[in-house]
T-cell receptor, first 117, second 113 residues
């Protein structure tokens, strides 16, 4: 596609519910990133994939958070047993670079706004 | 741990003014620095990317400088317009980290007609 597509745009979940957020990166992009952005703050890194390999998941806040990219394209961020503190915008970004080469920058999706009630 | 700070947190200026947004980072071992724009409810749009070996980049009315040794970057916006109103974020990436970005908290800019 022409850009990074995220779905759903908005999600309201009851506390304790499981949610799945989808990211469809730019076709052919090797690298895929998930970030969490709380209201009024900058995005914070969650996890990074290079193709289907999850190379860094150091930013995932708890074991309730799980991300996958099984075929090296579409990625899903899953949050189990959602809590109110999980309310945020979840941003996905893709890049055509691989580690060690020049960074030509990211393309971000519009994000999924998750509200846990 | 890398920390990125942006000053001011919010800025309101009349149309036509030139303005400077500031970004500082604690660890100078960066791979590159990027400036992004974020409109309400939208994702991030990359404005300028400065490699660690570069001193500045320019795009139209925007100019970004980088002083890696002092851990500072500035984004200069010339002749501001109401359409420039948005949140501006700076972010740095580090070596050997898949180019994971560490963001500042952003500067919310309002340009009044």
């Amino acid at each position: 596609g022409a850009g990074v597509s995220q779905s759903p745009r908005y999600k309201v979940a009851k506390r304790g519910q499981d949610v799945a957020l989808r990211c469809d990166p730019i076709s052919g992009h090797v690298s895929l990133f998930w970030y969490q952005q709380a209201l009024g703050q900058g995005p914070e890194f969650l996890t990074y994939f290079q193709n289907e390999a999850q190379l860094d998941k150091s930013g995932l806040p708890s074991d309730r958070f799980f991300a996958e990219r099984p075929e090296g394209s579409v990625s899903t961020l899953k949050i189990q047993r959602t809590q109110q503190e999980d309310s945020a915008v979840y941003l996905c970004a893709s890049s055509g670079i691989s580690t060690g080469t020049v960074n030509y920058g990211y393309t971000f999706g519009s994000g999924t706004r998750l509200t846990v009630v | 741990k890398q920390e990125v700070t942006q000053i001011p947190a919010a800025l309101s200026v009349p149309e036509g003014e030139n303005l400077v947004l500031n970004c500082s980072f604690t660890d100078s071992a960066i791979y590159n620095l990027q400036w992004f724009r974020q409109d309400p409810g939208k994702g991030l749009t990359s404005l300028l990317l400065i490699q660690s070996s570069q001193r500045e980049q320019t795009s139209g009315r925007l100019n970004a400088s980088l002083d890696k040794s002092s851990g500072r970057s500035t984004l200069y916006i010339a002749a501001s317009q109401p359409g420039d109103s948005a949140t501006y974020l700076c972010a740095v990436s580090r070596h050997n980290a898949g180019n994971m970005l560490t963001f500042g908290g952003g500067t919310r800019l309002m340009v009044k007609p």
